[in-house]
């Protein structure tokens, strides 16, 4: 098919200049449909940048952003997330979703490749596709020489220019036991350590490069680091480091000594974690963006909020261990035993009398995990489902969050939250089930620490820490909100299922021990499938939907392994994809329903 023209008017990274795809004839065009609070969305940038640097004479990468939320299409909110995550191509909002509509996309993220002619020849949702996709630049590239075709030249792509600051997109912070407040100074990729002003910087650790180096606090480099949690004392002298570090886009845990300011690797390998094992020897486990870290004693280790598949680690400091202590892997909002709970995005830890609280971003929710005999179980205090959001207070049940990254714990045991889409810290009474509102006008709140002087917000995008002023604290009665990604319309009853995957040049899928693809899916409300539900390895299945519901949420997870078709000891590779595709049921819809994870969209 012929890739339909951009519509937009609001383009970053061009110096602006709005970009016509007629105009980047000759060259190869990589669209990356995209939005900034999507974990999955993130690790595609950091997968494509490699690729734009070996192909950056012929290939031309355009991020499409098409947001889940209402704060995410605000300009400023695209400009900051494109500093904060080092974007270097052109970017275009499309807020209204215009131009996710006309490409037929149904996941973020998306990959559509348009070849010099003009015309899409490659989809590919979810993450993973790296490899894939230079095997198909590689080939459009020698097929369009060969042609004539193709035309060589430089980028659109015009850095915007970069204001100076002590701090850089902020993320969490923590409080020492003598005072000393420290800070994930996210963009400048290090640690910093402020007095108990929490004004004068005392010292950093890391060299302020992004990257994963050990070794003295002035040489180590983290990549993008967000949580950050105290070990107890005893437990800090038996493993010879103090804080352990979230280091996000490095997906590893690092540990370090604030008496020496040495710096190590205590878990991951610093490959992202795909599929399989996500326990065993910490150093030896795969972790996938570790978003924030908290000591708790009932558990006897470190929670890890692994926002990158929905999950919550175990690392025990000195076992050198890391285990999965909730969720499945599925994105959604499910209780239950922790084993069986659905998570979507968790970013935020705090420690309460009884139970951890923790927030997940995508289902802006509150939720808690608290024992239960000799397990623990799951619970949501605020939240209903992946698409819906606001800003309302009141009761917990019709209360509405937008996007929460952090929380604290409050003298009196409520709950302090930095709704960070909402631009508001927001408290929750577990006593009397009441939502407030406590501050607001907050440039994406994402951190709260409580000190002897009061709570202090880390004030992400306004790239400072500032003391929580309630003095304006109330009640607010916004209307309800809901992703603006239209849903797909599905006839009732029995359904035609499936998952397209096609390997790309050069690669088959890898049958060698057993199946090589899987597919689970799952509905919320759970009673929306009447059959269907499960898992699988086949990538077609029908699907029957249950009598009496209007619309819901089908919950699909998708992964293939593939491997070199030719070599000798073949490369091979796990695509995996999560979708969330909104239903609404109605006797004139589709009776089939088809997602495409990975092929030419002509198959």
């Not at 400023?76 to 275009?92: F, K, N, T």
């Not at 950093?204 to 107890?232: H, I, N, Q, T, Y």
């Not at 886009?249 to 992202?272: C, F, K, M, P």
């Not at 209780?335 to 935020?348: I, M, R, V, Y």
Request: aromatic share 6%.
């Amino acid at each position: 098919m012929r890739a339909p023209e951009l519509a937009g008017d609001t383009w970053l990274n061009t110096g602006g200049k709005k970009i016509k795809l007629a105009e980047l004839r000759g060259r190869i065009v990589l669209l990356d449909f995209w939005t900034s609070g999507c974990i999955n969305c993130l690790h595609v940038l950091d997968e494509l940048r490699p690729l734009e640097q070996e192909f950056a004479d012929v290939l031309v990468t355009i991020g499409v952003h098409s947001p889940k939320f209402l704060h995410e299409g605000e300009t400023a909110a695209i400009e900051a997330a494109v500093e904060r995550y080092g974007v270097h191509h052109p970017v275009l909002n499309d807020p209204d979703m215009t131009n996710w509509q006309q490409y037929a996309v149904k996941a973020w993220p998306t990959l559509v490749v348009v070849d010099p002619e003009g015309y899409v020849v490659h989809v590919a949702a979810g993450e993973g596709h790296a490899e894939a996709l230079r095997r198909v630049v590689t080939e459009l590239v020698a097929s369009h020489e060969a042609k004539g075709t193709l035309r060589r030249g430089g980028s659109p792509y015009v850095p915007a220019e970069v204001e100076s600051t002590e701090l850089r997109f902020p993320s969490k912070a923590v409080v020492t036991a003598a005072g000393r407040v420290l800070v994930a100074d996210t963009a400048n990729h290090s640690i910093a350590e402020f007095a108990s002003d929490a004004e004068t910087l005392v010292r950093r650790f890391g060299s302020g490069e992004r990257g994963a180096a050990d070794g003295a606090f002035d040489v180590a480099s983290f990549a993008e680091p967000s949580g950050l949690a105290l070990l107890p004392e005893e437990v800090a002298e038996q493993v010879g480091y103090h804080l352990v570090v979230a280091d996000t886009a490095n997906h590893r845990l690092r540990g370090v000594d604030l008496r020496t300011g040495g710096v190590i690797t205590v878990a991951g390998t610093g490959a992202q974690w795909r599929d399989g094992s996500d326990s065993g020897r910490a150093l030896d486990v795969d972790l996938t963006s570790p978003w924030d870290v908290r000591w708790w004693d009932a558990a006897g280790g470190v929670v890890v909020a692994m926002a990158g598949n929905h999950t919550l680690g175990l690392f025990d400091p000195v076992a050198g261990t890391v285990s999965r202590f909730a969720g499945t892997t599925v994105e959604g909002l499910r209780d239950g035993k922790s084993t069986e709970a659905f998570l979507a995005q968790t970013s935020g830890l705090a420690v309460g009398r009884d139970r951890l609280w923790f927030v997940d971003a995508e289902t802006s929710a509150l939720r808690w995990i608290e024992p239960s005999g000799d397990d623990f179980t799951v619970y949501t205090a605020v939240g209903t489902d992946l698409f819906s959001f606001g800003h309302r207070d009141g009761k917990a049940a019709q209360a509405l969050l937008q996007h929460p990254l952090g929380l604290a714990v409050l003298g009196d045991g409520s709950v302090a939250i930095a709704d960070t889409y909402n631009g508001a810290i927001r408290r929750y009474d577990p006593a009397s089930g009441e939502v407030s509102t406590l501050a607001s006008g907050l440039a994406e709140p994402a951190g709260l620490v409580v000190t002897d002087a009061g709570v202090l917000v880390v004030e992400t995008a306004a790239h400072r820490l500032r003391p929580l002023d309630a003095s304006a604290a109330g009640q607010v009665d916004g209307e309800a909100l809901a992703v603006r990604r239209p849903p797909t319309v599905l006839a009732p009853g029995a359904l035609d299922f499936s998952v397209v995957f096609v390997p790309p040049p050069g690669e088959r899928l890898d049958d060698r021990f057993g199946p090589s693809t899987r597919l689970e899916v799952s509905a919320s409300p759970p009673g929306l499938l009447a059959e269907g539900q499960g898992s699988g390895t086949e990538l077609t299945r029908t699907i029957k939907l249950a009598e009496g519901f209007g619309e819901g949420v089908l919950q699909v997870v998708a992964q293939a392994a593939s491997c070199d078709s030719d070599a000798e000891h073949p490369a091979c590779r796990v695509t995996r994809q999560d979708w969330g595709v909104p239903i609404r049921i109605d006797p004139d819809g589709e009776r089939s329903l088809r997602l495409v994870m990975a092929g030419n969209p002509a198959t």
